[in-house]
């Protein structure tokens, strides 16, 4: 900074706003920062989600987006008259939808703005070219020749515009055997086909004049010497059951299904809801005159079962402290298997309808559901509300019989209410032989696979319980042999 001139000026940030020579020393730096790059603005547009060029048929919804995004603000010029849209927030602003409803090619523009940079704006075209010729593709395939032949004729169904028929070179032909596609017309074309099979026939419009290019017909075309019908559908469900057909038949041009309650239909892979239980025989009947047997027949059978019902009992209905319940299952006959979920986050698998004993571990009210099972493998859920009272304790055996087979052959921490422990035990020379933080693990009598001698062993004890109390425990621990 120049001593003989102390309003220099400087901005925000720089190394020395004043000057610090204590000398006179007249000196300054200036560093300016050009932002050549500036903002910018590349405008896209899409039909339907997809990225398109320029093409679409009235009325026309395009979605413009500035795939750039550098921009403060937008504003947006849609080429057909109507008003500029902005400026507008970047967060939104970036991205527009305009609907077109007349034909027309219309000249869209979108000025990106950033006023702190150093060319503000940026501007960015697109062409829409909205049409109203619209294409209609169909085709039909004919079998040629004898049963046993391969050869179809596909004749092309398709309707245009009268002001603008298609051409010889309008479409192309693509027959899904890996053959070469075929450029055409509405002329018949013949393709002989190498063997049996599912091909995927293709009419493709390729003449760009008409707003919807280039739109596709398909077909998927299924071709034998013989017809055979095959169908696929799970054996079992429970009602209301709507069971879904996968029709597998080799040939076949039409099919008609009894699906054995009375219900018919005609289509490809139809779908069909059973509202009663019973035993159904389904039958399929594949057609197709162009091959030699012209019909074949397949069956199958459904069983559709009712939904079970859930149900059970609990006792004590008041809580007993520190009790545990019990749950007594009275689902209906046709259950099989059992979910048991206490609230608590235990749960129970079973097979039984045994009554289930099951001790809570904390006060409060818990909700236990029972879901039943039958063999279709649908299922009923009932729940109750259960109201527990559990007071804090805790204990530990003063002696244990490992070989015994019994309750008394573990050395286990009891009590009501623990939600964490640590359970160590030591022999008499100190060694550590125990460890446990599950209040449901406890000592067999075993340390490194071999049963310990008969001796008193000594063990600490440290509980927290679900209320925050917490408590130590020291004591003895005789092993008996």
């Known amino acids: ?22 000398n006179g020393c007249n000196l300054a730096m200036v560093k300016i920062d050009f932002d050549f790059t500036g903002v910018g603005a590349e405008v896209q547009s899409a039909i339907g989600g997809v990225p398109l060029d320029t093409a679409g048929c009235i009325p026309l919804t395009v979605q413009f987006t500035d795939q750039v995004k550098n921009a403060q603000s937008y504003i947006w010029d849609f080429g057909d008259g ?25 000249h869209v523009m979108l000025i990106a703005i950033d006023p702190t940079t150093c060319n503000i704006r940026d501007t960015s075209y697109i062409n829409i070219k909205v049409g109203d010729l619209i294409a209609n593709l169909d085709f039909v395939p004919v079998k040629v020749g004898a049963c046993t032949s391969f050869q179809y004729q596909f004749n092309n169904l398709s309707t245009a515009p009268a002001a603008r028929p298609y051409t010889n070179t309008s479409f192309t ?15 018949p074309v013949l393709h002989t086909y190498p063997g049996p099979g599912t091909y995927t026939v293709i009419l493709t419009l390729r003449d760009s004049i008409y707003c919807n290019f280039p739109i596709a017909d398909t077909l998927q075309l299924t071709i034998s010497d013989n017809v055979k019908a095959a169908f696929i559908t799970p054996s079992t469900g429970c009602v209301p059951y709507t069971a879904s057909f996968d029709n597998e038949s080799i040939g076949g041009l039409s099919y008609e299904w009894f699906f054995g309650d009375g219900g018919t239909s005609s289509a490809s892979d139809p779908t069909h809801t059973y509202t009663a239980p019973g035993t159904y025989n389904v039958i399929l009947v594949a057609r197709d005159p162009n091959t030699c047997n012209v019909t074949d027949t397949a069956r199958a059978t459904i069983t559709v079962y009712s939904i ?16 545990p319940h019990t749950f007594t299952n009275l689902a209906s006959a046709d259950a099989i298997r059992f979910k048991w979920d206490f609230g608590d986050g235990d749960t129970l698998i079973t097979t039984s309808r045994a009554p289930i004993q099951h001790q809570y571990n904390k006060t409060g009210t818990f909700t236990a559901c029972l879901i039943a099972f039958n063999v279709a493998g649908c299922s009923d859920t009932l729940c109750h509300d259960i109201t527990t009272t559990v007071i804090p304790l805790v204990d530990v055996p003063n002696a244990f019989t490992p ?40 000592w067999n009598g075993r340390f490194k696979g071999q049963l310990q001698p008969m001796d008193v062993y000594a063990y ?17 621990i005789t092993l008996i042999r």
Do not use: C
Not at 82 to 106: D, E, I, M, R
Not at 173 to 187: A, E, K, L, R, Y
Not at 413 to 423: A, E, S, W
């Open 1 to 22: 900074l120049f001593a003989g001139n102390p309003g220099f000026p400087t901005t925000a940030g720089v190394w020395g706003p004043t000057n610090p020579s204590g």
């Open 82 to 106: 109507s008003p500029q849209v902005g400026p507008l927030p970047a967060a939104t602003g970036y991205t527009q939808s305009h609907t077109y409803n007349a034909v027309g090619t219309y």
């Open 173 to 187: 032909w693509s027959f899904g055997d890996g053959s070469p596609t075929v450029i055409g017309g509405m002329n």
């Open 308 to 323: 079970p019902v859930s149900d059970f009992t609990y006792s004590p209905l008041t809580p007993d402290i520190n009790t």
């Open 403 to 442: 070989q015994s087979g019994d309750v008394n052959s573990i050395a286990m921490v009891r009590g009501f209410g623990i939600t964490k422990m640590r359970f160590i035990i030591w022999n008499r020379w100190g060694q550590k032989v125990f460890e446990t933080a599950n209040r449901s693990e406890g």
């Open 460 to 476: 600490t004890l440290d509980v927290e319980f679900f209320d925050g109390t917490k408590t130590t425990k020291k004591g003895d």
